[in-house]
C-alpha cells in the first residue's frame, strides 16, 4: 500500500492560479520517486490570506508548505529522490524557487489510518509500499 495525502499551503494571491500545474508536479514525482499508481491523487490546498500566513524573511510571496503523509516503509533514499524530485521539478515548471519551498514527510503505521471503512492495515490493495 502507498497511501498519500497531500496538503500544500500558501498565499492565495499566489497559489490560486497555479494549483492543477502544481498538482500535477506533486503526483509526478510521486509516481517516479515512490512508485504511485498515476491515477492516485489526494491533493488538498489551503490558500491562505497574507495575514494568514507568516513566514521567514528571504521567502517571496510564492513560499509553499507542502506536507506529505504516508504509510511508512519508504526507503530513506525513496523519500529523499521525492524531495529532490519537488524541489526541481516545481522550480523548472512553475518558476518558484527552492528557497520558496518547504517539504515534511509525515509517516505512520497503516493501522493509523481509516480509509473506505477498514484500518489501513487491513485493505487490501495491488500496490506496495516498500520502494
Not at 503526483?27 to 507568516?54: N, Q
Not at 517571496?60 to 526507503?75: A, D, H, K, N, P
Amino acid at each position: 500500500m502507498r497511501m498519500g495525502q497531500i496538503k500544500i499551503y500558501g498565499v492565495k494571491d499566489s497559489l490560486n492560479p497555479i494549483k492543477k500545474k502544481l498538482s500535477n508536479v506533486i503526483r509526478s514525482c510521486m509516481v517516479e520517486a515512490l512508485d504511485f499508481p498515476s491515477d492516485k491523487r489526494f491533493h488538498r490546498f489551503f490558500p491562505l490570506d497574507k495575514e494568514d500566513f507568516y513566514f521567514a524573511s528571504g521567502r517571496t510571496e510564492s513560499y509553499t508548505v507542502i506536507e506529505v503523509s504516508m504509510f511508512e516503509g519508504r526507503s530513506v533514499e525513496a523519500k529523499k529522490q521525492l524531495l529532490k524530485l519537488l524541489f526541481k521539478l516545481i522550480n523548472s515548471e512553475l518558476y518558484i524557487s527552492p528557497q520558496d519551498i518547504e517539504i515534511t514527510i509525515f509517516e505512520t503505521p497503516k493501522h493509523n489510518w481509516g480509509i473506505r471503512g477498514l484500518p489501513g492495515d487491513e485493505l487490501k490493495l495491488s500496490y506496495k509500499v516498500n520502494v
